[in-house]
């Protein structure tokens, strides 16, 4: 995606664990490397294959609170005896710019941030049966039972903010390259939106 004249825009990616948010926007990194991505922070342990600063930063707790104290973070949360945050230095650097970034809080920490940025866009990921997220969240074989059953709760809590935001896209487990499709679509749509256009540009344009 071309850097265009103005600030950029900030695209939220949201929905509950296991909706497969983190496989659509790998699929829409593919398809715009000029989109920039945020990376959120967090004090748990990295997983078989994840690296600092590409999945999570991984912080040890007093860095975070640190970090936290100072106003370093678009939103905080603690789930399961650990931290997760936005770091506001790249978003807010990025969107002056003009760069388009995208981000992936959960859905409270998506909330936090249209308050911070009003201008952002809020997009929610949802499988076509919640049942799947279950067999996904098992799949992953990263969690307990209890684990699993508490994640499901807390999806079913979030879904009652679906109307909170801009857009819903559905994953579907048959056809996952719609739903990459979808996100794309999205992104394109908003870039485009006439108020999105400075006066300078559309002068630019009639003069030309």
Known sequence: MTVLTGPGLLFVVSGPSGAGKDTLVEGLKAR????????????RTPREGERDGVDYFFLDRDEFERRMAAGGFLETRDYNGNLYGTPRSFIDEALRAGYDVVSKPE????????????????????????????????????????????????????????????????????QPLRAVDDLEAIVRAERYRIHRYPDTRLKELEDS
């Open 107 to 174: 859905v409270n920490g998506a909330l936090a941030v249209k308050r911070a940025f009003p201008d952002a866009v809020l997009i929610f990921i949802v499988p076509d049966k919640f049942s799947h997220l279950r067999s996904r969240l098992e799949a992953r074989r990263t969690e307990t039972n209890e684990q699993i059953a508490a994640r499901l709760e807390i999806a079913h809590d979030e879904f009652t903010f679906v109307r909170r935001f801009d857009y819903l896209v559905i994953n579907e487990e048959a």
């Open 32 to 43: 715009h490397e000029r989109l920039l991505y945020s990376v959120s922070a967090t004090t």
